[in-house]
Structure formats: C-alpha cells, structure tokens
C-alpha cells in the first residue's frame, strides 16, 4: 500500500482547484449558450461571459496539467473555524461598507477575518488592516468612483 502512495501522481489541491475552475468555465459556457457573441468591433452580451469563462478554463488547465506530474498529496480535511470565521467577516463588511462606512468595514474585514489563524501577530494585522483600508479607499472610492460612504456621518 506504501508503495502505491509512492508511486502515484497528482497534486491533489491543485487538481481540486482546476477542476473547480474548468467546471465553473464550463457551466458559464454552457449558461451563455443562449447570448449573441457579436464582433470585437460589436461585442454582443455574451462576449464578456465567454472570454471570462474561456480564462477560467485556462486557468484551471495551467494549475492542472503541472499538478498531474507531481508526487500525490492529500486534501486536509475543511476545517470548520476558519470557514465560518471568513464567512462572518465578509457578511459583517457587506452589512457595514454602507451603513458604518467604507473605512471601518474595511477594518472589520482585516481584523475580524484574521482571525480564522489564531497564531497572527497584532501588529502585522493592524498593519496590514490600515494599509488594505487605506488602498481600498483610494482605489474604489476615490479612484473608481465607488458609491460608498467613506465615514459613517
């Protein structure tokens, strides 16, 4: 049995993950079936779906094919406290970029989604936090015009 593991090929989160790109490139294909491509000089609805969709199916072959010739490796088991903890943090910042403001939620999202690794340092995620907070701000907010509050008052 040890020998069999030894011999096998396939990195197996990287075959998970271009299996998950393939498939969602695949459905978004299938999905936009129904939507005229049009020209690149008229692109028609289902340009932009089917060029993202054709990327995403790249992606998942470039992760893919490498991932096929490397020694196998197993899929840790989903581990539920930095599931949910990811979850909250993403939930609470699309509650809270509009009624507390673009800045603080940005530092909920930072601060409360470092906590999915207990072994962070503060010092690092408060950093990290106002550096994440401050590029957000200037890039969607100020530099792509986002319509979002920075403060809440």
Known sequence: MARL???????????????????????GLWMSRGLDF???????????????CLLLIAVGLAVGLP???RPAQAIEAIRL???????????????AATHAGFVLASL???????????????????SLAAGLTLFGALVFVYGLGVQVPLWPF
Do not use: E
């Not at 692109?43 to 089917?50: D, E, I, K, W």
């Not at 979850?87 to 699309?94: D, E, K, L, N, Q």
């Not at 989604?113 to 340092?121: C, E, F, I, T, V």
């Open 5 to 27: 593991q030894d011999t096998a090929k396939g990195d197996g989160p990287d075959l998970l993950s271009a299996g998950l790109f393939i498939g969602f490139g695949a459905l």
């Open 67 to 69: 991932a096929l010739k």
């Open 108 to 126: 909920w999202l930072v601060i409360a989604g470092s906590l999915a690794d207990p072994g962070g340092k503060w010092r690092h995620v408060l």
């Open 38 to 52: 049009g020209t690149l000089a008229q692109m028609g609805p289902g340009f932009l779906p089917r060029v993202v």
């Open 81 to 95: 406290r930095p599931l949910l903890v990811i979850t909250i943090a993403v939930v609470g910042f699309a509650f």
